[in-house]
């Protein structure tokens, strides 16, 4: 007989991925069952854990039996939650110690940070912000527990008029849950989009420096999770950031609560019509750049991380190129792609084609150096089925044309070497800043990239929004490696974020990611996304213009089809 009578159990057990199994009382935090497993362990901070394929709070009590895998600093989750909590770390100490201040985050910054600045007073001075990051490390050592709560829709609304915190109220008014988290730290109480630390210990590695009018939060990278890397000076991508600042001014549009307002009042249309009109005159302007170089610019270099909309970009600025009298021509790097026996391979043996050396650069760069010298080129074409190159389309150029090269590698000095630089012009695109929630809930970009990617890949590509996000995370690794350490080798930036995008996208997404399987890693992050879309009312995509870079994911673009070609065919 195997099945025999037993007394209850008043203990839990946690079961972790390397099969160790440790118990404790009914109604332990999940921390301790965490601390006690990573008590030898060198590795990152763990500040979650996946229990029974749930993102976990280290917080919360275990009430049952469970399988537990870690959520550690050099995770994607782990990471959102180590700046989360920083953040709230920081706003609970300015409110404590400078109570006249507003603190606004505003954007992400190089090298890993937030860019913050205060309203309702002058700006910190050195000494204020030395004062605030001391005050912050006496909070991390005091190791402080950061208490979270469910509290009714109805209370939650209270606190914010106590605090006077009108963006919260605003934001509110759109909420249909009937209730909402709330977390307090030396007695702020406060929202934010997703989970916390348990305690402020865990929140060592940060740095305050002044910048700009402002200050930055610093904090490490993913990668790097407990190194603070070096300052860097604000780059190009700071004049992004201020330009669409300016941009949401003008539109009137502060944050998600703005944007639902001009929804409701029916303003959406203008919005639209407003937001393209800048974003066509951004392109104008460096059609003119590009166009005053015209004796010098012979290669235009179009880069930028997926789901940027860098081929509507490069088909935009080509009209626009046409218009001044320049005559555009595509290069595909693609086609220049080495036979498939050469391709090399990843660190699974599986063929790596993200890697910039699956491109036949010598091919490439004598290529491209007899096209500019005006020499007639019979250009390669690549057949993926069989993974050999053909001969193409023979061509010639003349010095009225510009060559056109967009791809993720396009801004790597090692894909032309042999190309003089001179000759080439550079653009990094990409969806640099987004709404923000309110003050201080930021809205990733790469969130909003991948909601793009899901929607386009269910339209155009059959991939199901589980197929995209479980790819996600290896895309991300390529940009990381191939993309984003060259984003400073750019002549000039693009900001391909549209104000409006995630209200149209939002009845878009959302049904494709409720199709993904419960209790999957898929669903982790279907969840969060779902929890941010939430808050914002869906928008019809009628008045999208056909041009629009949104069109290239919802489909619809008059541009999918369009090949600028000049006639340089011989």
């Excluded at 050195?126 to 402080?144: D, G, I």
């Excluded at 929804?263 to 066509?280: D, F, R, Y």
């Excluded at 009225?400 to 090269?405: A, E, F, T």
């Excluded at 409006?500 to 990611?513: C, D, F, G, R, T």
Aim: charged share 25%.
């Amino acid at each position: 007989m195997t099945v025999q009578p037993s007394q209850p159990r008043n203990d839990v057990r946690i079961t972790f991925e390397d099969g160790r199994v440790f118990s404790g009382p009914v109604g332990t935090p999940l921390e301790e069952f965490v601390l006690a497993a990573t008590a030898n362990d060198e590795g990152p901070d763990a500040i979650a854990a996946i229990v029974d394929n749930k993102l976990t709070e280290l917080a919360r009590s275990v009430l049952r039996d469970g399988r537990a895998s870690l959520i550690r600093l050099n995770t994607a989750d782990g990471a959102r939650i180590y700046r989360r909590s920083l953040t709230f770390m920081m706003i609970a100490v300015a409110n404590r110690y400078f109570p006249d201040a507003q603190v606004y985050v505003e954007h992400s910054t190089v090298n890993g940070g937030y860019y913050c600045r205060v309203e309702g007073r002058e700006p910190f001075s050195r000494e204020e912000l030395r004062s605030l990051e001391q005050h912050m490390r006496e909070v991390v050592n005091a190791n402080l527990p950061i208490h979270r709560r469910r509290v009714p829709l109805e209370e939650a609304i209270r606190i914010f008029e106590e605090a006077g915190d009108e963006e919260k109220l605003a934001l509110l008014k759109q909420r249909r849950k009937p209730d909402l988290i709330i977390y307090e730290l030396l007695e702020t109480r406060d929202y934010f989009h997703g989970y916390m630390a348990p305690r402020t210990g865990y929140l060592r590695y940060f740095a305050i420096e002044p910048s700009d009018g402002g200050f930055l939060l610093r904090f490490p990278r993913q990668n790097t999770p407990t190194t603070i890397l070096p300052y860097q000076p604000p780059t190009p991508l700071y004049e992004v950031f201020t330009q669409y600042s300016n941009w949401l001014r003008r539109l009137g549009i502060r944050n998600v609560a703005g944007l639902n307002e001009v929804i409701k009042s029916g303003q959406l249309t203008e919005a639209i019509l407003v937001s393209e009109a800048l974003h066509e005159q951004r392109i104008s302007e460096i059609a003119d750049a590009i166009e005053g170089q015209r004796d010098r610019v012979r290669v235009i270099l179009i880069a930028g991380p997926s789901s940027s909309g860098k081929t509507t970009f490069a088909r935009r600025l080509a009209v626009r190129l046409l218009a001044v009298g320049l005559r555009p021509m595509p290069i595909s790097v693609d086609n220049y792609f080495v036979d498939r026996e050469h391709t090399p391979r990843d660190e699974h043996g599986d063929y790596d084609f993200e890697s910039l050396y699956a491109v036949d650069i010598p091919y490439l760069n004598q290529q491209i150096n007899d096209l500019i010298a005006g020499k007639e080129v019979t250009l390669p074409e690549f057949d993926f089925a069989t993974g050999q190159r053909r001969p193409g389309l023979t061509v010639r150029i003349t010095p009225k044309h510009v060559l056109i090269i967009e791809g993720i590698h396009a801004l790597n000095p090692d894909l032309l070497p042999q190309v003089n630089p001179e000759v080439c012009y550079r653009i990094y695109v990409s969806d640099l800043a987004q709404l923000n929630l309110d003050r201080y809930n930021r809205i990733s970009t790469t969130d909003v990239r991948l909601i793009r990617r899901i929607v386009r890949d269910a339209r155009s590509r059959g991939y199901s929004a589980a197929d995209t996000i479980a790819r996600w995370e290896s895309v991300r690794r390529g940009e990381r490696k191939w993309i984003f350490p060259f984003q400073d080798e750019a002549d000039i930036m693009f900001n391909s974020a549209l104000p409006y995008e995630l209200a149209v996208l939002q009845p878009l997404v959302i049904p494709l990611l409720r199709q993904i399987e419960p209790e999957t890693r898929e669903w982790i992050e279907a969840k969060r996304l779902l929890s941010l879309l939430r808050w914002f009312l869906p928008a019809e995509s009628d008045h999208v213009p056909s041009d629009s870079i949104l069109r290239e994911f919802i489909g619809g673009s008059i541009l999918e089809d369009y090949t600028p070609w000049t006639n340089p065919i011989i």
